[in-house]
């Protein structure tokens, strides 16, 4: 069995005194697609950041390639080849989409994902490469957002929330780029609301509750009462 490429052990996070995560394990293979589920407060989100060094956590916790990388500068995490695709978007509002996208590309990572193909995966970025980033409706922004953690030429792709706020067509049209991504080699880890979305795109699935796994397992062979339980708990499962 090959290494796994990104592993966290006994993860804890904190924001000032309250803490947020509570020993998370986690393994992630080359070529993966992951989903983490859960409810709000669950700690998905601050998993990702603790990832892509956003949260500082001790450095051994999160091993990348063998190499430990917890609570390295978010710069230094993007150089080693991870990228994240923020909750929000968080474009930079006084840059064009192509600005925007460009800012990715800082990391000098060598791959194969540039202007040219992102513009031939998101047609509409490319006719409105010059409009301000923010200018553009939601489902757009997050196609910028993601275009941007790609022109990084990451080796793990981290999307929070992709589907939030946005249209089930607008969904459908971003996940639809999955495959044109993952095809390059890619690994990803999705956090993602949508429980039937996240089956549907992902070999794997972690559920997250209060800070804890409380699930993992295959997503095609993940029931939904299993995965019911762990979303909500035993109490509100049997409530």
């Not at 995560?21 to 950041?49: P, Q, R, W, Y």
Request: proline residues 5%; hydrophobic residues 45%.
């Amino acid at each position: 069995m090959n290494s796994p490429l990104l592993t966290t052990h006994g993860l804890q996070a904190f924001y000032g005194d309250a803490q947020a995560l509570f020993g998370i394990d986690f393994t992630l293979a080359a070529g993966e697609l992951v989903a983490i589920i859960g409810a709000n407060g669950a700690g998905k989100s601050t998993f990702l950041k603790s990832l892509a060094g956003l949260v500082r956590v001790p450095r051994e916790t999160i091993r990348f390639k063998g190499e430990p990388i917890g609570g390295l500068p978010p710069g230094g995490i993007v150089r080693r080849g991870l990228a994240m695709v923020p909750e929000g978007r968080r474009l930079f509002p006084s840059l064009s989409v192509e600005e925007n996208l460009r800012m990715g590309a800082t990391a000098a990572r060598k791959g194969p994902w540039n202007l040219q193909r992102l513009y031939a995966l998101f047609p509409i970025l490319a006719e409105k490469r010059h409009a301000p980033g923010t200018s553009l409706s939601g489902g757009q922004q997050q196609m910028v957002a993601l275009g941007r953690a790609l022109m990084s030429n990451p080796e793990v792709l981290l999307c929070d929330e992709l589907s939030l706020g946005l249209a089930p067509i607008v969904i459908r049209e971003i996940y639809a780029a999955m495959p044109t991504i993952t095809g390059e080699g890619m690994t990803v880890v999705i956090v993602e609301q949508d429980v039937t979305m996240a089956r549907q795109v992902s070999q794997r699935i972690y559920c997250f509750q209060e800070g804890r796994v409380s699930l993992e397992g295959k997503s095609g062979e993940l029931t939904r009462e299993q995965i019911s339980q762990a979303y909500f708990g035993i109490e509100a499962a049997h409530a």
